[in-house]
């Protein structure tokens, strides 16, 4: 008999039978309520939340591998208390999260969907001089709030648009700042001069809600928001309200607050690009974050250290 373990169910494809051994797994899908019982171990989605009731019905948990590098989803403070294990999947995802970061930033600035949708209305007209104007990126700002693993990646590739880097984080990034010209700033140069304002930094308390109608009113009327990070970074009716009254170029967001719900004034407004977090989707990086999960959760029932935990 294996070790009782909770899965995700949406992760099985993505998984090897080698990688499973010694295991007996109990499959879980999203919409399933955390179970009762003598689990040791549990490999969520970020969707699903593990808190201090989930834990106090999982008395035998050691490690909660989660299957994202965000780790909002868990109660981190509960889980050290109970001497459980939390793990994350850094780093694998990174170049999926910055190219996607990406997708949207010219998807906005060349204003890609709406293009698209006139096209395939069959309501253009031919070529104009005029038609669909964006924003030239070249000697433009990108600014970065959060310039960790992500949010440097995304700042190198800004390097051959030919953009000037700025970043906010509260420890200075000295090797990033050679390589790529940024410069640290406090956050409100960064509202005011960013021409594209990227955010990167995790769903904490002190990051909440960081875009609302107050840093809303000291950016540019014409810069670009995009959100690859975390929904709770941002006030959604007051993006849409900055949207509909001109006083903001473009967003483009990966994430929301109460997926997959959004609010119904953001999914209205204009000059939106909204995807459905896809970040990390691509089937190699997928394939990586499942791996690395269920290597932390291997690592832990064997009596190693784990590999990713969250806090050492
Ligand atoms: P990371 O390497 O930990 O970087 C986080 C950055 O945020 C660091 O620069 C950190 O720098 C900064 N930061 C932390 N707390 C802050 C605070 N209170 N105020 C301002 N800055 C703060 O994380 P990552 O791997 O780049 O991932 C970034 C975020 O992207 C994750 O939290 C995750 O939720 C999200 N993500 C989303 C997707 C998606 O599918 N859309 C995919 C992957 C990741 P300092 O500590 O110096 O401040």
């Known amino acids: 008999m294996g070790h009782a373990v909770l899965i995700a169910a949406e992760l099985k494809s ?54 994202a590098v965000g780790h909002d ?6 889980s050290e208390l109970r001497g459980i294990t939390v793990t994350n999947t850094p780093d ?27 096209v395939k209305s069959g309501q253009w007209t031919g070529w104009h001089p005029e038609l669909l104007l964006g924003l030239e990126l070249r000697g433009r700002t990108v600014g970065l709030f959060g310039a960790g693993r992500i949010g440097q990646a ?11 880097i700025l970043y906010t984080a509260r420890n200075p990034r000295p090797e990033f700042e050679q390589e790529t010209g940024a410069a640290r700033v406090e956050l409100s140069r960064l509202l005011a001069e960013s021409d594209v304002l990227s955010l990167h930094a995790p769903a904490v308390p002190e990051t909440r809600g960081i875009i609302n109608a107050d840093t809303l009113r000291q950016m540019k009327p014409s810069a670009i928001l995009i959100n690859t990070a975390r929904g709770d970074l941002i006030r959604e009716e007051a993006v849409a309200i900055a949207l509909e009254e001109g006083r903001l170029g473009a967003v483009g967001l990966d994430v929301y607050l109460d ?39 291997q690592a832990v029932l064997r009596g190693d250290p784990p590999l990713t935990p969250v806090f050492r």
């Open 14 to 67: 993505l998984l090897e039978p080698d990688q499973l051994e010694g295991l007996d797994v109990t499959w879980i899908t999203a919409d399933e309520p955390t179970p009762r019982g003598d689990y040791v171990a549990m490999v969520p989605l970020l969707s699903r939340w593990v808190g201090g009731t989930e834990l106090k019905h999982l008395p035998r948990l050691k490690i909660v591998a989660n299957c």
């Open 73 to 78: 989803n868990v109660d981190v403070v509960a």
């Open 92 to 118: 694998v995802l990174t170049d999926a999260t910055a190219d996607l970061a990406w997708a949207l930033i010219l998807a906005c600035a060349r204003r890609v969907v709406e293009g698209t949708a006139l």
């Open 154 to 164: 995304v700042g190198r590739r800004a390097a051959p648009f030919g953009m000037r």
């Open 259 to 297: 997926e997959p719900a959004i609010h119904p004034r953001l999914r209205a407004a204009p000059r939106t690009v909204l995807l459905p977090h896809i970040g990390s989707a691509t089937l190699e990086t997928r394939r990586q974050m499942a791996a690395i999960a269920v290597a932390n959760l």
